[in-house]
C-alpha cells in the first residue's frame, strides 16, 4: 500500500521563519521572500485521519487541532495568499470523550492521556487518563446541532481508506454501526461522504493522507487473531482487520480523482514505518529490573522450574526447536530482564500444560499503554511472572507481517 507523491510543492516557510530571526547569517536570508510559485493555495483542503485531525495524546481535543500539522501549514500558507483554514474544533473544555454514544474503534472517543511517574524501576512511565475528564455532547444528535462549514481540515480519527466513499459514515443513526462520530460532528447531510464534502470545496491545493488506519489499528492492538498464515494479520473490513491490498486498490484512485482537477495541486502521502513511532518503541522489552535476590527468588519458584522442565523436556522429544526452547526457558538475573510476554505463534505445548510465553526480544515492540500494566500483582507480576497479553505486545514476527503490507 505505499503511496506516492504527485504535484508537489517545496514549501519554503522554514527560510521565511528564519527571516524574521535576528540573524546575519547571510543578506541572502534577511532578504527572503516568500513565494507559493505557481500553486494556489486560496483554497486548502486536508483528506485523512487522526494525523491530519490533530488527535494527541489519544484523544482529539481544540488544542491538539490548533496544532495539527494543517494548522500550522496554513499558518505558512497565509503568507503567500492563502485563505481562510476552518477546521471542527471540539468545545474548549472537552478533554476527548462525548456524553452517551456507543465507541467505534480504539480510541475513538477516549479522553486525553497524560504522562505519569511509575511507582518503581520495574513499572516506568505511563499514561493516564486526565483528571478530572470532561465529556461533552456529540454534535448532530439532536443533543447539539451539527458544526456549521464550510471546513477545510477532512481529518477523521479511525477513518480507513474506504470510509471516505461511506454514505452512512456521518449519520448520526448509524452510531456504533458503520458511523463515526468524529464525522457526525461536521458532516454535510446524514448521507454525505467525507470524500464528496471535500470535493465540494473545490480546493486549489489539496493533501490526502489515508491509508495509515488500514495497517495502524491492527497494529494498535498487537495484531489479534490469525490470518491464512500463522502470524498473518486478519484481513478484512473490521476495526482491528488489515484492510486487503485489493480493497484499498479499488477505492484509492478515486480519492484522489475526486480532490484533482485540471488546475489544481495536491500532494499525497506515505504511510510511516510503525517503528518509527513512540507507540512502539518508548516501552523497553528488558525493562524487568530486578535485585540479586529477587532474581533468585523468582528462579527457586517451584511452578517456574517445573516450567522450565517442561520446555526442556519438549526440547529432548523435538517438540521445538533448540532456539525456542532458549526463547521460552525463564531465568532472571540481577538487573534488567526481558519482560515475559504471551506469543501464541509459539508451538502448541498446551497438552503439555505449558503456556505460550517467552522472554521478549529486541525487536518485540512493547506497546505503549502495557506500562501502566508491568509489575502490577495479577497472581505474579505482569512482565515477570505472569505474561503480557497478546494485545500488550506487537511481536517482531507480527510487525514483519504488517510491514510487507504497508510497503
Known amino acids: ?42 483554497t486548502f483542503v486536508v483528506v485523512g485521519d487522526s494525523l491530519s485531525a490533530g488527535y494527541k495524546d489519544g484523544a482529539l481535543y481544540e488544542q491538539g487541532q490548533i496544532n495539527s500539522y494543517p494548522a500550522i501549514l496554513e499558518q505558512q500558507f497565509a503568507t503567500v495568499g492563502g485563505g481562510v483554514f476552518k477546521q471542527p474544533l471540539r468545545s474548549s473544555v472537552a478533554t476527548g470523550s462525548f ?20 511507582p518503581s524501576a520495574s513499572q516506568p512511565l505511563a499514561p493516564v487518563t486526565i483528571d478530572p475528564p470532561v465529556a461533552t455532547p456529540l ?25 471516505l466513499t461511506l454514505n452512512t459514515y456521518g449519520d448520526p443513526a448509524q452510531l456504533g454501526v458503520s458511523a463515526n462520530p468524529f464525522f457526525v460532528r461536521f458532516a454535510s447531510a446524514a448521507n454525505a461522504t467525507m470524500i464528496g464534502d471535500a470535493a465540494l470545496r473545490v480546493p486549489t491545493f489539496f493533501i490526502l493522507w489515508i491509508g495509515n488506519n488500514d495497517v495502524l489499528l491492527n497494529a ?45 495541486k495536491g500532494m499525497l502521502a506515505n504511510i510511516p514505518d510503525i517503528s518509527t513511532l513512540p507507540y512502539f518503541t518508548v516501552v523497553p522489552y528488558n525493562v524487568a529490573e530486578l535485585t540479586e535476590g529477587q ?41 534488567p530482564n526481558p519482560l515475559l510476554i504471551v506469543d501464541h505463534d509459539l508451538t502448541d505445548l498446551s497438552g503439555f500444560s505449558l503456556p505460550d510465553l517467552r522472554k521478549a526480544a529486541a525487536d518485540d515492540f512493547i506497546l505503549l499503554p502495557a506500562a501502566a500494566k ?34
Open 1 to 42: 500500500m505505499k503511496r506516492t507523491f504527485t504535484k508537489y510543492l517545496l514549501i519554503v516557510a522554514a527560510g521565511y521563519a528564519l527571516a524574521a530571526c535576528d540573524t546575519h547569517i547571510t543578506d541572502a536570508v534577511d532578504d527572503f521572500e516568500p513565494s507559493a510559485g505557481d500553486a494556489d493555495f486560496s
Open 99 to 118: 456524553i452517551g454514544i456507543p465507541t467505534m474503534g480504539p480510541g475513538s472517543v477516549a479522553d486525553r492521556l497524560v504522562v505519569v511517574a511509575g
Open 139 to 163: 454534535e448532530g444528535t439532536g443533543m447539539e446541532p451539527v458544526l456549521a462549514g464550510p471546513f477545510n481540515n477532512f481529518g477523521v480519527p479511525a477513518a480507513k481508506s474506504f470510509h
Open 220 to 264: 494498535l492492538a498487537g495484531s489479534p487473531g490469525e490470518g491464512v498464515l500463522e502470524g498473518e494479520p486478519v484481513f478484512g473490513t473490521g476495526v482491528t482487520d488489515v484492510t486487503p491490498t485489493a480493497t484499498f486498490a479499488a477505492v484509492y484512485p478515486g480519492l484522489v480523482a475526486a480532490l484533482k482537477s485540471a488546475t489544481n
Open 295 to 335: 532474581a533468585n527468588a523468582a528462579n527457586s519458584n517451584l511452578l517456574l522450574m517445573a516450567y522450565n522442565n517442561g520446555i526442556e523436556t519438549a526440547r529432548m522429544l523435538n517438540l521445538i526447536s533448540d532456539e525456542e526452547a532458549a526463547s521460552r526457558t525463564i531465568e532472571y538475573s540481577a538487573g
Open 374 to 407: 508491568i509489575g502490577v500483582d495479577a497472581g505474579g507480576l505482569y512482565g515477570i511472572g505472569v505474561g503480557l497479553d497478546d494485545g500488550d505486545v506487537l511481536t517482531a514476527k507480527e510487525a514483519r507481517e504488517i510491514e510487507k503490507v504497508r510497503q
